[in-house]
Structure formats: C-alpha cells, structure tokens
C-alpha cells in the first residue's frame, strides 16, 4: 500500500522538476531586449491613455456574470438535443422545466434592471417630519 503512495509521489515530484527545468530553460534561451514600448501596457493595438488604475463601473461586471450564467446553462441545451428522440417525453419535460427556471431568472434579472446600461439613480422614500415635531425641534434650537 505504501509502495502505490510513493509511485503518486514520485510522479508530482517528476511533474514538479519537469516543469522547473523547462522554466529555467526557457529563461536561459530567451532573449532579454526590454524596452519601454514592451514594458508599457497593451490595449488592444491602441495607445494607452491616462492611468490603468480606472475604476470600471460594476454593471461591466454583472453583464459578464449574467452573461456566463446564461451560456453555461445553454451548454446543457447541446447534448440533449443530439440524443432527444432517444430519451422520450420525460426528458422533454425536464427540459422544459429547466427552461422555465432560466425563463424564470432571465425576467427576475430583468425586472430588476441589471440588463440596463443607463439604469436611473434609484429613489429612496424618506419620512417628512410633521408639524408638531417639527414645531419642537425649532423651539428646542431657540432654547
């Protein structure tokens, strides 16, 4: 039994040195000729402008993790529609369930506004104080 633990372990130090040796030679293969146009950041063929430190508004970030969301569950969509005639009605109304559950989270999202890039400041309700209070208020600031 030891003897298989010690194979496994033989092989991540193998896997380990392996891949050291090949970064110590590529270093020593490469050619070093840094430049300020290498050094300076990539975007995309264009010259960069201002800092790279700019803060991106989130809704970048939910579009993409929506995004994602909705593709990988797309994904599921692929196999079973190659082996549909196989798997008979049981699976269609599984799949039609699992449908609706996107459906479902696709009109929440929605409704919610996070597919809106020019999404409105929200409103907050706020309580007005009534006469009385406020009447108390002014003499307490009079006193």
Not at 17 to 27: D, I, S, T, Y
Request: glycine share 6%; proline share 5%; net charge positive.
């Amino acid at each position: 039994m030891l003897s298989q633990f010690g194979i496994v372990l033989l092989f991540f130090i193998v896997a380990a040195l392996f891949v050291g040796v090949a970064m110590l030679a590529a270093r020593a293969l490469r050619p070093h000729r840094p430049s300020a146009e290498k050094l300076s950041t990539y975007e995309c063929g264009e010259e960069p402008i201002g800092d790279s430190w700019v803060k991106f508004n989130v809704r970048f970030y939910i579009i993409a993790l929506i995004f994602l969301i909705f593709d990988v569950e797309v994904v599921f969509l692929f196999p079973w529609a190659v082996v549909f005639q196989k798997l008979g009605a049981f699976a269609f109304i599984e799949m039609m369930i699992f449908l609706g559950v996107l459906v479902v989270g696709y009109i929440y999202v929605w409704a919610k506004g996070d597919l809106d890039w020019d999404r409105p400041r929200p409103r907050y309700p706020f309580l007005v104080k009534n006469k009385v209070s406020q009447s108390a208020s002014a003499q307490a600031e009079v006193k």
